[in-house]
């Protein structure tokens, strides 16, 4: 760790300014930034390329992956919230081109799975939570204060609206949309939007779908799909299994039925 007020010098092309303190059992990649005041513990790793803001804490045994932008005042790595938690090792894990804005806190694991996950290229905006063994997968994005309880799992390329609290144990499926200011309790389906206290399904999410390239063909059989497991009088499981006869082969549409059937905490209709 850097004397408190000497000069520090470069470590290749990293620049950490004299006021941050990096413990010696830390390892920076090549071209990480460090801002001022900011500080980083051990067991941590920092890919190459990525800016530490000012007063950014990055506590223990966390990896960063390569050019994120951790803003002002962001937390990591800190213990779990979790009355549970006795102090076993567990990590936390970002992928690369991450952004956690101002005061986003983001917990280690517990020994439940041992580890909190981040993918690349997600948004994490200021004042969002991610408690202990969550997943969120790659391409997503957190508005202002989303707050995560513990074991939450967030798919790829899914939006949850600013000021959401989500329960533990929740899924979040691949490409959903959920509106800001939804308390969600239970699985919001893949590929749908949903928004409410509690919330409620409002169809597709079309406009995400066809921005993010989806064909003609995948999203009509997701269409018909939804129609039929969320629009008809069945009950859900039955609807689920009539969907799958009639809507075959699109891996989209399997993927949205499986997350359905795989539900433990009920699905969002």
């Known amino acids: 760790m850097n004397p408190s007020g000497s000069a520090v010098g470069t470590r290749g092309e990293t620049r950490i300014h004299e006021t941050a303190l990096v413990d010696s059992g830390a390892d920076l990649g090549e071209g990480v930034e460090v ?21 950014v804490l990055i506590e223990r045994d966390t990896r960063v992956g390569e050019d994120c932008q951790l ?26 081109r991450t952004v ?15 580890r909190t996950v981040v993918g690349s290229d997600c948004l994490l905006m200021a004042y969002s939570h991610v408690a202990h063994d969550c997943e969120i997968g790659n391409h997503v994005v957190l ?25 533990q144990y929740v899924r979040i499926g691949a490409h959903a949309f959920v509106g800001g200011g939804s308390r969600v309790p239970q699985d919001i389906p893949p ?58 082969g699109i891996p989209e549409v399997k993927h949205l039925l499986a997350f359905i059937r795989a539900t433990e905490r009920g699905v969002t209709t």
């Open 35 to 55: 801002g001022p005041w900011a500080f980083i513990g051990p067991g941590v790793c920092v890919g190459d390329g990525t800016v530490v803001g000012p007063r």
């Open 100 to 114: 956690v804005r101002e005061f986003a806190t983001l917990n280690r694991g517990t020994e439940a799975s041992g």
């Open 191 to 248: 590929y749908c939007r949903a928004a409410g206290n509690p919330p409620k399904l409002y169809g597709l999410n079309s406009v995400g779908l066809e921005r993010r390239g989806f064909s003609e063909e995948v999203r009509r059989a997701l269409k018909e799909a939804y129609r039929i497991v969320f629009m008809g009088s069945e009950n859900l499981s039955r609807a689920v299994d009539r969907a799958e006869l009639e809507v075959s």
């Open 143 to 167: 508005a202002n204060s989303v707050n995560m309880a513990g074991h939450v799992v967030i798919e790829d390329w899914a939006i949850v609206g600013g000021l959401t609290p989500i329960h």
């Open 71 to 96: 803003a002002n005042g962001a937390v990591l790595g800190t213990d779990p919230q979790d009355l549970k938690y006795k102090g076993e090792h567990s990590v936390l894990e970002i992928g690369d």
